[in-house]
């Protein structure tokens, strides 16, 4: 009896499932075969942005009963963290390629390092000289002291949303999120898939988070210049 086979296959969010439908001249057997299946992320998935609201004082003291001169720069700042999958291997990732198991399916491994994207972007800024020496040039003596100080603060900005313990488990749950797209799921619709999975660098952004506990750290600040 002729037999013809139909594949279908289903794409959604980088997950591939195949559908298998063996169909016969008066009747039809209906197989499903499903897969766990590579992503087809080939880039960086950005998991988190932060903008925050920075700012540097620039302070010259003046001598004797002089005011000091005060420069006050303000900048809104937007920076992303997230994970480079170019060139990973998601083979490396235990259970993908494997048949979903009627029992659960776990999947379990090591991720990309998670990082900071770039170095960020200042989106606005002013800056203003709100106290002044006489006969001194603040905005011409005084901003390239702030300028100079802004990079310090924006790559302080970035380090404190890497390490983030939310962040971090946030980004899990996104790569999570993307390696359940054609899972089976239950009846309340959620997938049966669990995972174990980690970045490369997490161990190490962990115990950072833990040695930072309780400490206040603040990015900015005030800069002293010589007196006059």
Request: net charge negative; aromatic share 6%; hydrophobic share 45%.
């Amino acid at each position: 009896m002729e037999r013809i086979l139909i594949v279908v296959l289903g794409i959604a969010l980088g997950g591939l499932g195949f559908y298998v439908y063996d169909l016969k001249q008066n009747d039809m057997d209906v197989g499903l075969v499903a897969t766990v299946q590579k992503p087809t992320l080939k880039s960086v998935l950005q998991v988190a942005e932060n903008r925050s609201a920075n700012s540097v004082i620039v302070v010259k003291e003046g001598l004797g009963t002089s005011n000091n001169a005060v420069f006050l720069m303000q900048w809104i700042y937007k920076s992303h963290v997230g994970i480079d999958f170019t060139g990973f291997d998601w083979d490396a990732i235990d259970g993908v390629g494997e048949p979903y198991s009627p029992d659960g399916t776990h999947l379990s491994g090591t991720l990309p390092a998670l990082k900071v994207l770039g170095v960020g972007e200042v989106i606005s800024e002013t800056d203003k000289a709100v106290s002044k020496i006489a006969l001194y040039d603040e905005e011409k003596n005084m901003r390239p002291v702030a300028k100079a100080r802004q990079d310090e603060v924006n790559a302080c900005t970035r380090d404190l949303l890497l390490y983030d313990a939310e962040v971090i488990d946030h980004a899990k749950a996104a790569v999570e999120e993307l390696l359940s797209v054609g899972a089976p799921t239950d009846a309340n619709g959620v997938p049966q898939i669990t995972f174990d999975l980690t970045f490369k660098n997490e161990a190490a952004l962990r115990t950072e988070i833990a040695n930072r506990a309780g400490k206040d750290i603040v990015c900015g600040g005030a800069v002293y210049m010589d007196a006059e």
